[in-house]
């Protein structure tokens, strides 16, 4: 049962799409708004306007005669995905560099640190954590919260599509490494431009494995 606390439709929203996340929705499937609503114990209308959300975030697609299905993220739409995303994380860290605090600045040379120390240690798992918290640190340090939202969304769609699993490669650890050390040189040095540009640098290498990640996806789907 759904802890029922205000506002429902966001509560709907976090569960559906942590559904969507972990595979207990996987893509295709019809998410129907009584048989939610028996489950998760509220009302139909707060399921209905989660529905709606998840499709605006780029989740579900509404078919006619299914309603609200799991979307595929192909790859044409994950390379739209892609591009916005990149647009919005060098958005992010032109702010972030504007915006800063110096303890936040500490706070996000603490999180690359960490993150060397699990590329040292080979703590895969720690070090997938860490890369999502050192640009989530970017994204708070932008005090721009409708970017804060959407960046999240994106970072998690690539996340579910698995690219995260390239950094499973010891040549990838080592370049995410070296190319979040030289957004963060250029954040200390308050060079929002260069930041900007490693930054660029950064998603254009994330792009680039994650085209090789699908391709190998699709040629191991013919074999």
């Known amino acids: 049962m759904l802890e029922k606390q205000l506002p429902y439709k966001y509560k709907v ?3 559906l799409k942590k559904g969507i996340l972990c595979g207990t929705y996987p893509p295709g ?23 709606q959300m998840l499709e605006q975030a780029g989740w579900l697609t509404m078919e006619t005669y299914k309603g609200a299905v799991v979307r595929e993220l192909d790859p044409v739409y994950m390379e739209e995905v ?14 972030a560099v504007r915006n800063m605090r110096p303890d936040e600045l500490a706070r996000l040379v603490g999180i690359h640190e960490k993150q060397q120390e699990m590329l040292e240690r080979y ?12 640009h989530n640190c970017i994204y708070q340090m932008s005090q721009n919260r409708e970017l804060i939202q959407l960046l999240q ?4 769609m690539f996340q579910y599509m698995g690219t ?5 490669t010891d040549e990838r650890r080592v370049t995410t490494i070296r190319e979040h050390q030289a957004v963060l040189d250029a954040m200390q040095k308050g060079q929002a431009d260069e930041a900007v540009r490693a930054m660029r640098i950064h998603m254009d290498f994330t792009m680039q494995n994650m ?13």
Do not use: H
């Open 29 to 51: 499937t019809v998410l129907n708004e009584r048989r939610l609503s028996e489950e998760l114990g509220i009302s139909r209308t707060p399921i209905r306007e989660a529905l």
């Open 123 to 134: 703590d895969i798992q720690s070090f997938v954590a860490m890369d999502r918290q050192f």
């Open 153 to 156: 969304n994106y970072y998690d």
């Open 164 to 168: 995260q699993a390239l950094l499973n």
């Open 82 to 95: 892609g591009s916005i995303r990149r647009a919005l994380e060098q958005c992010a860290v032109e702010q």
């Open 211 to 223: 085209r090789m990640r699908m391709g190998d996806s699709e040629k191991r789907g013919t074999e």
């Open 13 to 15: 929203f976090d569960v």
